[in-house]
């Protein structure tokens, strides 16, 4: 009798066998994920560390050693712009982190240059009590008729070429997409490899669950306050992990949807449409699921007008994305 030795498979090795399947691919987006995959090794890292060299809280603080510390997303930051700035083919680099989008001059003769928007450290209020965090990003070809580098970046989500997370949990997970269904890694730490463990990634169509912070409920559009009367009617769960990348990931495990409404402090809704809301809708409809900035409205489909601009989000199970639509449109205002 033969027993089928599983394949493993790595993020490197994964997406080398992905740009074979297109033989006049330059290998240029293979190097910037790299860079991404060395980034999420050393911010793991960092994270791990966090309380122990004091890098929770504020910038200007002392570690145990009596060293000045920055704060870990300010680390995270710099880790990023120092990898990614060293490669080929990345022609800006913009951060939430950063007020203005990083310009890189790596030029090689002919090549095909792309735009790398990050959110660094998403949810990182959830460092101080060693809850889940994450790096988000999301990639563009260079927009060579745009006048200057931040035009380059107002490109609809829709234009993405690749993007995922990585969350930095009890494992550290790397989930990406470059367009053709989505794929997830987790980082062996023995080997120092992200090492496949989901490939063509499928989102349940339905589960029980939402995600939202309901502390603001009452400054919800009214349409919101009926879904979550309707949910709760209904036998839904909550769960809401205060980290974007560590519900959104657990949505695509198990279904459900997560929301960030408009509410009255922050009427376009928190969430960053070019930073987070782009890149995990691109993930979320590649496994099946839906995103949307309103009824009617793909996140994907909007047309950034700032690099910082914000968008409510819906995002998850089609049936639960639905069920919210629903919701929404037959609630008076
Ligand atoms: P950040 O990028 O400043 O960390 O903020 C984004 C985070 C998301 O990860 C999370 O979903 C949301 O903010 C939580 O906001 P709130 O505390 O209002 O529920
Ligand atoms: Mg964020």
Redesign the pocket.
Known sequence: MTTAIPEIVTLQGHILSQQARYPEASGTLTWILSALSISAKMIAAQVRRARLNDVLGAVGSDNVQGEQQQKLDVIANEILLRTLGKRHGVAVVAS?ENEEPVIIRNEREGERKYCVLF?P?????NLDVAGGVGTIFSILREDRRAATPEASLLQPGAQQVAAGYILYGPSTVFTLTIGLGVDMFVLDPAIGAFVRVEEGLRIPAASKSYSV?E??RLSFPAGYQQYLDWAQRNGYSSR?A????A?VHRILLKGGVFL?PPTKKAPAG???LM??ANPMAMLVEQAGGQALAAPGQRILDVAPTGIHQRTPVIIGSPDEVAAVVRQLGSSPA
């Open positions: 939430e959110d450290l998403d949810g990182s209020s912070n502390g603001n809401y205060g980290a974007m990348v519900d960030y928190k969430l960053r930073y987070e």
